[in-house]
């Protein structure tokens, strides 16, 4: 019986110091008014780029790109009437500015008469980071998926031969669609072991297809994929893909670095 006062007691007197806690408590603890983040002016539209925004792509020109296999040559894909129009002739394209995390924007479409199916159907690619010449880096799939059947690690939205989108939001060839994306740069440690792997959030069209997805390296197209070397800020990549199919288009593109 007195071991049942004692804990009643001390429940009485901790349920006492918090109520006395709670008391001089103020909302004001709470509250704090640094850092202040910065004004950013938003697009009018999700497409139109925000004030802090790199244009990487106006409509007008490719002064911000080069050839991925000789940055010495300038981008030599199709510009006309606002479009980028990949030219399977020159190879694949890739930004002069390096980048670590990032926020991006970009549409593409396939053409409306596109033919062929499973992947010789609108076949492109998005590197997140490029790592070299051909087709290194980290890829984001660009595909007609709306009605055409392939290797559901490799239609559009995937993280190419890694992942599945989380769902198909895929619009009808000839349709414009976009790819918001949160990129989260690897790190490494100093004898070039991974750090911090990658990690990925993508929205097809407005919808969620990739969730903070931890990338497993860069893609390998036959093998597994790993991480086979350290490396830094890197370019972003559009992808030439090496097949008879009519090719893609894309436009405004944009970026906020993290």
Known sequence: MH???VIITSACLAALAISNVSAQAKHEDTEFYTPVPAKV??????SEAPSDAVVLFDGKNLDKWVMADDR?????????NGILTVDKKTGNIETK??????????EWKVPQNITGTGQLRGNSGLFLASLGKGDLGYELQVLDNYDNK????????SIYKQTTPLVNPSKKAGEWQSYDVIWTAPTFNTDSTVKTPAKVTVLFNGVLVQNNFELKGPTQYVGAAAYRQAHGPAP???QAHGDKSEPVSFRN????EL
């Open 253 to 256: 593109i944009w970026i906020r």
């Open 97 to 106: 500015q390096a980048f670590g995390n990032y926020q991006l924007h970009i």
């Open 72 to 80: 010495k040559q300038p981008a030599k894909w199709i510009v006309s």
């Open 41 to 46: 002016t938003a697009g009018k539209t999700n």
């Open 236 to 238: 972003i990549k559009l």
């Open 3 to 5: 071991f049942n006062k």
């Open 150 to 157: 392939t290797y559901t690690n490799g239609m559009a939205g």
